[in-house]
């Protein structure tokens, strides 16, 4: 079945407008969700709104929205006061800048959506994308709709158009406030991880080799419940932690993919697994080393 546009928009850079057609990019139904029942009957239960200060039920009628600004003080606000600061919908995708492809961290990736031209639009819309693709640039455009205002942007991939909706900079935390890691790395270490790495190094991503694992088994333990069966297990005991030495995991990582390990490797691997046993006499076992 064709997929259906979720809304129509016009690009706009200078004097060039290319009205384009929205589609969603992924399929929400592809997860799966949980109904609340109650036990005793299977019926769907509802949720109410009730006030703790005197436990009645409160209807939505009554319901206003408030900003907690200190603890327990609100400023409240009304329907038509939010709906006032809402963005006018103009369905515009006004183009601001042309930056290259790789300055955009994905980190400020939210939400993705293809673009397909609009009736008039085709010439228009391939003359871009072919422009883009060779300089190797993506377009950073501001998109209202809905009541509010999206920083997004456009990228080309296989002669089609796809518009990522971007967090803003105040929305990803600062990377610097994560720590990184501080020790040597050793030439030995970097030659035996290299060789791991490239070992395992593909020319590109293909999602279809992946599947969600979890999914499939609750898919399957529905399948099974529908049927009748009895599927009640026993959960499975955590697998143990294991204490491990980096050059000695290195190695036989780089052997179990095929590729002989680095001269002297027997030494070192006999002098490990002689640390190993005398750590595990007497210390608490570690994370395996990644």
């Known amino acids: 079945m064709a997929p259906r546009s979720i809304s129509t928009a016009t690009i706009s850079f200078g004097l060039v407008s290319v009205p384009v057609r929205v589609y969603a990019a992924t399929v929400a139904s592809a997860g799966l969700s949980f109904h609340m029942l109650h036990a005793k009957d299977g019926m769907r239960v509802r949720q109410q709104l009730v006030c703790p200060e005197d436990g009645a039920v409160v209807p939505r009628s009554e319901i206003v929205r408030g900003y907690e600004f200190e603890k327990g003080r609100y400023v409240t606000f009304s329907d038509e006061e939010l709906k006032a600061l809402d963005q006018k919908a103009t369905q515009g995708i006004e183009i601001a800048e042309f930056v290259p492809i790789d300055s955009i961290d994905p980190l400020y990736f939210e939400r993705s959506y293809y673009l397909a031209p609009?009736?008039?639009?085709?010439?228009?819309?391939?003359?871009?994308?072919?422009?883009?693709?060779?300089?190797?640039?993506?377009?950073?455009?501001?998109?209202?709709?809905?009541?509010?205002?999206?920083?997004?942007?456009?990228?080309?991939?296989?002669?089609?158009?796809?518009?990522?909706?971007?967090?803003?900079?105040?929305?990803v935390r600062p990377l610097e406030e994560i720590a990184a890691p501080d020790r040597e790395v050793k030439a030995a270490e970097l030659k035996l991880a290299r060789g791991l790495i490239e070992r395992l190094a593909s020319k590109w991503f293909e999602p279809g080799k992946y599947e969600d694992q979890v999914r499939k088994r609750i898919r399957d333990l529905i399948a099974r419940k529908q049927e009748g069966e009895d599927v009640t297990q026993a959960p499975e005991a955590p697998p143990r932690a294991q204490v491990i030495d980096l050059m000695s995991a290195l190695k036989a990582s780089l052997a179990r993919r095929g590729q002989p390990a680095a001269p002297h490797a027997h030494e070192g691997r006999r002098r490990a697994t002689a640390r190993t046993r005398a750590a595990s006499r007497h210390t608490t076992p570690l994370r395996r080393a990644r």
Do not use: C, F, S
Request: glycine share 10%; aromatic share 4%.
């Open 118 to 171: 609009d009736k008039g639009g085709e010439k228009a819309m391939a003359l871009l994308i072919r422009a883009m693709e060779e300089l190797g640039l993506a377009a950073v455009a501001q998109y209202a709709t809905r009541g509010k205002d999206y920083l997004v942007a456009l990228r080309p991939n296989a002669g089609r158009l796809v518009m990522h909706q971007l967090l803003h900079r105040d929305e």
